[in-house]
């Protein structure tokens, strides 16, 4: 059984910056396509952000509403995925959550979701 852990959130200003993590159980994180998803209150979970590769590079890719001020890495030593988020604004303030890639396209595992407050 994989567990996903998010951490990290809180109630910031506009314009401040947070950054979370996702801490994942298994051996064979680094092979796995790791995704951000957030879901604000009356709305649908949205895409935010993903990293995948082989385990030795990797390639990520953002949502445009995020894209120039969210960025996504790993540790896999660590096995933790993390989300820089700068620039915050009020419409980034959503539940984010952290997703395992099942290799198909969709998302297996999900962590419990941490939540990002931006006030204006």
């Known amino acids: 059984q994989v567990q996903l852990v998010e951490s990290g959130g809180g109630l910031v200003q506009a314009g401040d910056s947070l950054r979370l993590s996702c801490v994942a159980s298994?051996?064979?994180?680094?092979?796995?396509?790791m995704g951000w998803f957030r879901q604000a209150p009356g709305k649908e979970r949205e895409f935010v952000g993903t990293?995948?590769?082989?385990?030795?590079?990797?390639?990520?890719d953002y949502a445009d509403a995020v894209k120039g001020r969210f960025t996504i890495s790993r540790d896999n030593a660590k096995n933790t995925v993390y989300l820089q988020m700068n620039t915050l604004k009020p419409a980034d303030t959503a539940v984010y959550y952290c997703?395992?890639?099942?290799?198909?396209?969709?998302?297996?595992?999900w962590g419990q979701g941490t939540q990002v407050t931006v006030s204006s």
């Open positions: 997703a395992r890639g099942d290799g198909s396209g969709r998302y297996d595992y």
């Open positions: 990293i995948k590769g082989n385990g030795i590079t990797y390639i990520v």
């Open positions: 298994g051996r064979t994180f680094r092979s796995y396509t």
